[in-house]
Structures are given as structure tokens and as C-alpha cells.
């Protein structure tokens, strides 16, 4: 908890936040069964980086939080896609 | 920490360090389950048959239902965090009683569904896997070890989520001092986060 500026997030937004999550899980679900090809997983992480976004900014309350632990977080995701891409880089030359 | 006097303005407390400390620990978990997903990510471009066929064999429904109340569970522990800074104990313990029976069911839910898979014959070692080659022993390996990863936070999360509940009961986490909820509460959506991306890699993608 921040002495200063003290957020108290209602019920009301957190079930907000759930019945978007819940969407979008159903949203995932659904574009399954749609034949895509590749897109079908390019669809799924997006869909799953937007819930994880939603998670990030309201339930583990980032944006009302010291800015510096949204940049940290963002750094975090932002390494992960990195590694991901200089391994996939190898991996498409080989 | 002692609270014998008045004043507890004057005890040491830091909550904000507290907090900071909790967000670098989920950066290393967030690298620890990052790595095995690059994991997957390598072997399912290397194996994109046998993953796909692996894919096949996992119960969308469970999957979707497990997905659900973990979400569910999320938002429960959030409204605590509401509860107990508005001072209302009892409402806090009640949320916090629902997202402990939700992690139990998700757990059980995890047992059926090892169980179901085991007897089938596909377990780290089993003829059927050897018999199906490298890309499906690749596919149950990793499913094993990230969701079994997972499942170890989820039982670490009913044991913050109880200890939490007996801090609340005794009124030590109250009003003004719950960094001890918050930061259980930021812990429980980081297994939700990790949830979010096995989900449709494991269950959904074909």
C-alpha cells in the first residue's frame, strides 16, 4: 500500500475486469474452431496478451501504482520477446 | 513486528519496499516459466504434427473450465484486497475463503485430469509415448513440467492463502497493514498470468 495516494479499487470494477476476462476467454475458445492456419496462434497470444495486459493493468493494479513497476514489467515482456526472436532467428537459418 | 504502542507510526514498516521486492520476485518467475515457454515455442516449430496431435488429446473442456474459475479466483482475491481496506473483515475472508475453495477445485480438476492421461499410457517414460516418437515425448514432457510448475504454485498459493486468513482472523493484517494480502493477492495473479498462456498453447492451438 502507497501512504500517499491510497487507490481503492470497487467490486464493481473488479467484476468489470472479470466479465472482459471471461469474453475473452470465451472469444478464444470460439476462434478455435475457425480454420486459420498460422493465424490461429497468432490470434490465440494476442487474445491471451490482451487478458494478460487487462490482469497486469487493473488486478495486479499497475495503473494506479508507482509508474517505475509498469516500466519493469513492461522491460520483463519486452526481454522475453527479444530472446524469442534472436532464438528464432537460429532456428530459421538452420 | 511489535505493535505494543500507541503511536505505530513510529514502528518500522515499508511497505512500499515490501512491495517492490514482490514485483522483482514475479519478474523471476516470469523469466523461469518465459524460458520454458521458448521451450515450446522451439519444439512445436521443430515438431509441428506430433504437437498438434499432442494438442488434440488435451480436454478442451477442462482446460476452458479451469481457465474460468482461475479468472474467477482472481478477481476474488482482488475484491479482498477491497474488503479489508475498507475495514471489512468479514467480507475480506469470505473472498478469500472462496479463491482458497477455487484453487482446491482447481487442483482436483488437475488430478482427474493427470489421471485420465497416466492411465492412458501417456506419462513421462510410457511405451505409448516411445512408441509415438520424440515430437509427442516432446509435447507430454513439456506439458508435464509447466503445468506440473504451475500446479506447485498453486499449491504454494493455498498455503499463502491460509496463512493470510489466520493473520486477517487474529487482526493482524487489518485496514492499515495488509501488504501481506496485497502482495498475496499480486502472487496469486501471476499463476493466473502463466494460466493465461498454457492455456491456449496447450489446450487450444491445432
Same mark, same amino acid.
Given at each position: 500500500?502507497? !501512504? !500517499?495516494?491510497? %487507490?481503492?479499487?470497487?467490486?464493481?470494477? %473488479?467484476?468489470?475486469?472479470? +466479465?472482459?476476462?471471461?469474453?475473452?476467454?470465451? +472469444?478464444?475458445?470460439?476462434?478455435?474452431?475457425? !480454420?486459420?492456419?498460422?493465424?490461429?496462434?497468432?490470434?490465440?497470444?494476442?487474445?491471451?496478451?490482451?487478458?494478460? +495486459?487487462?490482469?497486469?493493468?487493473?488486478?495486479m %493494479?499497475?495503473?494506479?501504482?508507482?509508474?517505475?513497476y +509498469?516500466?519493469f514489467t513492461?522491460?520483463v515482456?519486452?526481454?522475453?520477446?527479444?530472446?524469442?526472436?534472436?532464438?528464432?532467428?537460429?532456428?530459421?537459418?538452420? | 513486528?511489535?505493535?505494543?504502542?500507541?503511536?505505530?507510526?513510529?514502528?518500522?514498516?515499508?511497505?512500499?519496499g515490501d512491495k517492490l521486492g514482490m514485483w522483482l520476485f514475479i519478474f523471476t518467475e516470469l523469466l523461469l516459466f518465459?524460458?520454458?515457454?521458448?521451450?515450446?515455442?522451439?519444439?512445436?516449430?521443430?515438431?509441428?504434427?506430433?504437437?498438434?496431435?499432442?494438442?488434440?488429446?488435451?480436454?478442451?473442456?477442462?482446460?476452458? &473450465?479451469?481457465?474460468?474459475? =482461475?479468472?474467477?479466483?482472481? $478477481?476474488?482475491?482482488?475484491?479482498?484486497?477491497?474488503? @479489508?481496506?475498507?475495514?471489512?473483515?468479514?467480507? $475480506?475472508?469470505?473472498?478469500?475463503?472462496?479463491?482458497?475453495?477455487? $484453487?482446491?477445485? &482447481?487442483?482436483?480438476?488437475?488430478?482427474?485430469?493427470?489421471?485420465?492421461?497416466?492411465?492412458?499410457?501417456?506419462?513421462?517414460?510410457?511405451?505409448?509415448?516411445?512408441?509415438?516418437?520424440?515430437?509427442?515425448?516432446? &509435447?507430454?514432457?513439456?506439458?508435464?513440467?509447466?503445468?506440473? @510448475?504451475? $500446479?506447485?504454485h498453486?499449491?504454494i498459493g493455498?498455503?499463502l492463502?491460509?496463512?493470510?486468513?489466520?493473520?486477517?482472523?487474529?487482526?493482524?493484517?487489518?485496514?492499515?497493514?495488509?501488504?501481506? =494480502?496485497e502482495n498475496t493477492g499480486l502472487y496469486w495473479h501471476l499463476v493466473?498470468l502463466i494460466?493465461?498462456?498454457?492455456?491456449?498453447?496447450?489446450?487450444?492451438?491445432?
Amino acid at each position: 500500500m502507497s !501512504e !500517499e495516494k491510497l %487507490h481503492i479499487s470497487s467490486y464493481r470494477s %473488479h467484476l468489470f475486469v472479470l +466479465a472482459g476476462l471471461l469474453l475473452l476467454t470465451a +472469444a478464444s475458445v470460439a476462434v478455435t474452431n475457425l !480454420e486459420m492456419g498460422p493465424l490461429n496462434t497468432l490470434v490465440a497470444m494476442l487474445i491471451a496478451g490482451t487478458k494478460a +495486459a487487462i490482469v497486469l493493468t487493473w488486478f495486479m %493494479h499497475l495503473k494506479f501504482d508507482n509508474k517505475l513497476y +509498469a516500466i519493469f514489467t513492461t522491460l520483463v515482456f519486452v526481454i522475453f520477446l527479444l530472446v524469442l526472436y534472436v532464438t528464432f532467428f537460429d532456428y530459421s537459418y538452420r | 513486528m511489535e505493535k505494543h504502542e500507541e503511536h505505530t507510526a513510529h514502528v518500522h514498516r515499508d511497505d512500499e519496499g515490501d512491495k517492490l521486492g514482490m514485483w522483482l520476485f514475479i519478474f523471476t518467475e516470469l523469466l523461469l516459466f518465459g524460458m520454458l515457454f521458448l521451450m515450446y515455442a522451439v519444439y512445436r516449430y521443430r515438431n509441428p504434427v506430433a504437437f498438434q496431435l499432442g494438442g488434440d488429446e488435451l480436454d478442451v473442456f477442462i482446460g476452458t &473450465f479451469n481457465t474460468v474459475i =482461475l479468472l474467477i479466483s482472481s $478477481a476474488t482475491v482482488a475484491m479482498s484486497i477491497t474488503a @479489508i481496506q475498507r475495514g471489512n473483515k468479514k467480507q $475480506a475472508l469470505i473472498l478469500l475463503g472462496i479463491t482458497l475453495f477455487i $484453487a482446491v477445485v &482447481f487442483l482436483v480438476n488437475k488430478y482427474f485430469e493427470w489421471g485420465a492421461k497416466i492411465e492412458y499410457g501417456f506419462y513421462p517414460g510410457s511405451e505409448l509415448l516411445h512408441e509415438l516418437g520424440h515430437g509427442t515425448t516432446l &509435447f507430454f514432457g513439456l506439458y508435464y513440467i509447466m503445468s506440473g @510448475i504451475h $500446479a506447485l504454485h498453486i499449491i504454494i498459493g493455498i498455503g499463502l492463502f491460509i496463512y493470510v486468513a489466520t493473520q486477517i482472523r487474529s487482526n493482524k493484517i487489518h485496514s492499515t497493514d495488509y501488504v501481506w =494480502l496485497e502482495n498475496t493477492g499480486l502472487y496469486w495473479h501471476l499463476v493466473d498470468l502463466i494460466w493465461i498462456f498454457l492455456f491456449p498453447l496447450f489446450y487450444l492451438i491445432h
